[in-house]
């Protein structure tokens, strides 16, 4: 099985080592799993003449904009409008998203009666697939980017106090770059708050060392990484 990791810029990804050891502990010596650095969205159909590829995970900023090449999408990619995981089996391009399921699962043992609203940071693929799973759990939520009429001018004491749940799903932070953050007032955040960053490298990023500061509960990626690639294993596996 030839599998590997679609995105940009993304030679610090966790994927490869996380997958090539998966194969030696289980002693797949004809699988693989390889990373596929596309700098530019008009290039993404080259990936689909590699011979024998079986699949492939999806990560910034290509969750979107790799939909319009498949030929199906499971329900939840669907309803969520971005792709993490792709199956190629049987002349088809299938794409699904397994980031919603990471994410509900590594967020909820977390969650108290009080985190009824939330704030998502970014408006990319991951957003999508954190909205997605808020909704589930019957938690409102407003995304806010740069632009449009939630943007970060707006976010003010009061907003932060009403939104005690916090998800930062844009890359602002991941390494290199470790002392960028997003442009989110920590000084309104309180311990009653609980802020989850979706990066995983670093382990603690400087938007989490300033929550942690101001006596808020925090989380990172990495759990819920692992419990996103543990799901797309299963699907790839599930037609082989």
Do not use: C
């Not at 409008?81 to 699962?105: H, R």
């Not at 407003?142 to 009403?162: A, D, P």
């Amino acid at each position: 099985m030839k599998l590997g990791l679609l995105g940009k810029n993304i030679s610090y990804s966790f994927s490869q080592k996380y997958f090539n050891d998966k194969f030696k502990v289980l002693g797949l010596k004809d699988y693989s799993y390889e990373i596929f650095d596309i700098q530019d969205k008009d290039s993404l159909e080259q990936l689909f003449t590699i011979p024998k590829l079986n699949g492939f995970n999806v990560t910034i900023p290509y969750k979107q904009d790799i939909v319009e090449y498949l030929d199906e999408l499971s329900p939840e990619a669907h309803k969520i409008g971005a792709v993490n995981t792709v199956l190629i089996a049987q002349g088809k391009k299938i794409g699904f998203n397994t980031d919603a399921i990471g994410f509900k699962n590594s967020l909820s043992p977390l969650l108290e009666p009080h985190h009824h609203s939330a704030l998502i940071l970014g408006s990319g693929g991951a957003s999508k697939a954190v909205s997605y799973v808020l909704n589930q759990l019957g938690i409102k939520s407003k995304i806010i980017s740069r632009n449009g009429e939630n943007n970060y001018s707006k976010l003010n004491e009061n907003m932060v106090f009403y939104h005690p749940l916090i998800i930062n799903t844009t890359p602002l932070g991941t390494f290199p770059n470790i002392d960028h953050i997003p442009p989110f007032p920590t000084k309104f955040l309180t311990p009653n708050h609980l802020v989850y960053d979706l990066i995983y490298n670093p382990e603690e990023t400087k938007l989490l060392q300033l929550a942690k500061e101001k006596g808020a509960k925090t989380k990172n990626g990495l759990e819920m990484l692992h419990l996103q690639a543990e799901a797309a294993w299963d699907i790839w596996n599930s037609m082989f």
